[in-house]
């Protein structure tokens, strides 16, 4: 038995990205435990239900951008399914061995629900909750930690909630807010990772006039140029997603290059078929980079066969991603409020 | 605190307001739960003072006068160095020793999961077989020398040495049955 009494929160985020693999919340006697567990080790923190501030839930697009991909890719694998499979067995078979991930994913994402984000916030500084991703979950959650919140810290008067919100609101601008610690680089100023988003959108975009020009032009120079843009924005993605989680970069352009990440996957798991498929084809052939690239070359542009969709796939997909991240990238961070260190019930007194 | 979406501060409005509110800069939604510690006010640091004659000053700031009693190495502390952890008054160095030595569960920020280790070591090399001979005993060897070592806050605490040690010891019961059947 555990010497301290603890009782796990609702929620749990599993990853299997850069060693961590779970967060979660325990809650013990007169604190909150953050836990976050990676294969051979735990690290806590531990946030007393007298120092919590407040707790904030913002529902993001993780969901719907999920839903998207997995939707499209659940359509890609099941169309494959159809094409590939010319009987019954044959179509089962491919569907149990290669394209039952994508559905399933999809579905899971589906019962899940919508996405959000949690943080914790106390007087020194604010805690993500990567374990309350779920909005319900993270409802649910909150509710229970409120209730035993509320019977450590009490219930603050109508009247003096609104007096203190009153006198808050009036203060004259310029004065000392509340302790807000400033996030990420001044105003104006590109971050190191926004450089980096910046550079994988452009890539992308690169990337799908590349493989459109490789599918009209047969030419092996122009196909191993191509195999090799595909190679470095795997590197490129690993190495924002990697930035992007020490910076604590969040919105819209993080959701992009996570599925900029899960894009790659694909590619690379249709190509890595591809290429075995060939393989098998010519007597379990291994191929070098330049003889791929010399055997790829020539194909039509208009002949139905799997290369020229993941082709077709990869283009399109480069593209949307390009030219989405660049929109919606917010390379300039807005103004933070300003920092103080007091609270209002302190210049009250 | 900022907005995830669009990175902008909250300000004071979305946190006066509680409940749901919409980031005042891009409209997104955000749920506040405020409390009133929100509202407390930090408790100031008084000062002692300079220490009276026939009074203890502290090891630490020989000029300001001693408040209380390191309860483990018995070192007086003024109101600064002293540092209460679950009702015990301790010093900066006491703490440190502490958490070295895993004495102080209530700071512990980290843990090492040797059971994990332990069953890692003779699970995943089996899928290899060959390894395991090697490996079986380390597995064994990792769970008998980490077994009192504190283990996770609130999981599972002996089951993982266990099964390391039963699997481990099967493991090297089938290899010692293989050579003598080789050799014998």
Known sequence: MPSAPYKRLPGRKRHFLFGHVSHALWMGDDHLLWLQGSFFSESYKRFHYRDIQALVIQPDRRWKMQGLF???????????????GKTELEKVVILWLFAWPFPLSFLVNLVKGPTCRAHLRTAVHAQKLPSLQRLRTASKAVEILKARIRQEQGILAEERWRALAEKARARPAGAKA???PPAGPKPGKVSKASRLHALLFALLLVDASWTALDLWQSHPAITLVNMLLSLALGFLTVSVLVHQKRSGTG?????????????????????????????????????????????????????????????????TGSLALGTAGLLLSNRFVPEASPVADASPLEQEA | MNCTRCGAAFGEDVFMAGGTDRCPSCGAPVRMEVF?????????????GLPGEGEASCFHHPRKKAVVVCQRCGRFLCRLCDLEIDGTHLCSACIEASLKKGRLQALEPRRVLYGRIALALAVWPAL?????????????????RYWKAPSSLVGRRKIDYLLAILVASLETTLWVLFFAWIFF
């Open chain 1, 70 to 84: 997995t939707g499209l890719f659940t359509l890609a694998a099941l169309g494959l399914t159809f094409h590939w």
């Open chain 1, 178 to 180: 509340f302790p807000v």
């Open chain 1, 251 to 315: 919105g819209r352009s993080a959701s992009v290059v996570w599925a900029a990440m899960g894009f790659l996957c694909v590619v690379y798991t249709l190509s890595y078929v591809h290429y075995l498929t060939v393989s098998l084809g010519y007597g379990g052939q291994v191929f070098n980079p330049w003889r791929w690239a010399r055997l790829l070359s020539p194909l039509p542009p208009l002949a139905l066969s799997l290369p020229n969709f993941i082709y077709l796939f990869s283009m």
């Open chain 2, 36 to 48: 009133p510690a929100l509202w407390r006010p930090l408790a100031p640091l008084r000062d002692e």
């Open chain 2, 128 to 144: 290899l077989v060959w390894p395991t001979l090697l490996t079986a005993p380390a597995a064994v060897y990792v769970a008998v």
